[in-house]
């Protein structure tokens, strides 16, 4: 089964400064895309960045890029010149066509900001 | 860009009534769409996946008798919580799209007292 795992629960970046965020993840596909989403406190989610595993250039989005390390599983969020509005819960997630395209969810990581 | 207004955004219902809570794509058609619960504290899990014009697939553990959904169009999808518990109160959010591009209603927070 396909699962995804988030092992930092929390997380404190000081404001201006650059913050990591780890997933791992677990399939046996080779084709599936990664995502990362914000869900500030209005619950809204929202998209900072996707990945397809077939592309082996890391996405970028602005301040937010990934390390995808696809023969470890592994793909990790950084986020640069950290702002106080990056304080939200983040969740990384898995999709795969051949598992129905539905997003499986890691437990999420609450990043907070500090100023 | 794809927008997906989901409604309402809050409801409060007593213990044993239902409630219906309506997703709906506004600029775009797309066949599948899927249902996801997030508890306090807890990260989103999925309850159901919905393709129009056929019974929706549910996941292990959720009661299809008691969230019934509706896959009325390529637009329109809703879900109904029936016999509503205490239990049930938790945080709804729909997914709609095609391909890969899916974008999520604004969810809808249920508190059944």
């Given at each position: 089964a396909q699962t995804v795992t988030q092992s930092q629960p929390e997380m404190s970046v000081q404001e201006a400064e650059t913050v990591t965020l780890s997933c791992t993840y677990d399939t046996s596909e080779s084709d599936y895309y990664l995502f990362w989403y914000k869900q500030p406190p209005s619950r809204q989610m929202i998209l900072v960045i996707r990945q397809e595993a077939y592309k082996q250039q890391n996405a970028t989005e602005n301040r937010f890029s990934v390390n995808f390390q696809k023969a470890a599983k592994s793909f990790s969020l950084k986020i640069s010149d950290?702002?106080?509005?990056?304080a939200a819960m983040y969740f990384c997630a898995y999709r795969a066509l051949e598992y129905g395209n539905k997003l499986v969810f890691g437990a999420g990581t609450i990043l907070r900001v500090k100023s | 860009g794809a927008v997906v207004s989901q409604h309402p955004s809050r409801v409060i219902c007593k213990s044993g009534t239902s409630v219906k809570i309506e997703c709906r794509s506004l600029d775009f058609q797309a066949t599948t769409m899927f249902w996801y619960r997030q508890f306090p504290k807890q990260s989103l899990m999925l309850m159901a996946t919905s393709n129009e014009g056929s019974k929706a697939t549910y996941e292990q553990g959720v009661e299809k008798d008691k969230f019934l959904i509706n896959?009325?169009?390529?637009?329109l999808s809703t879900l109904t919580v029936t016999?509503?518990?205490?239990?049930?109160?938790s945080f709804y959010i729909c997914e709609w799209g095609v391909n890969y591009g899916y974008t999520f209603g604004s969810g809808t927070r249920l508190t059944v007292v």
């Open positions: 950290s702002q106080l509005g990056d | 896959h009325a169009s390529l637009t016999s509503a518990h205490p239990e049930d109160s």
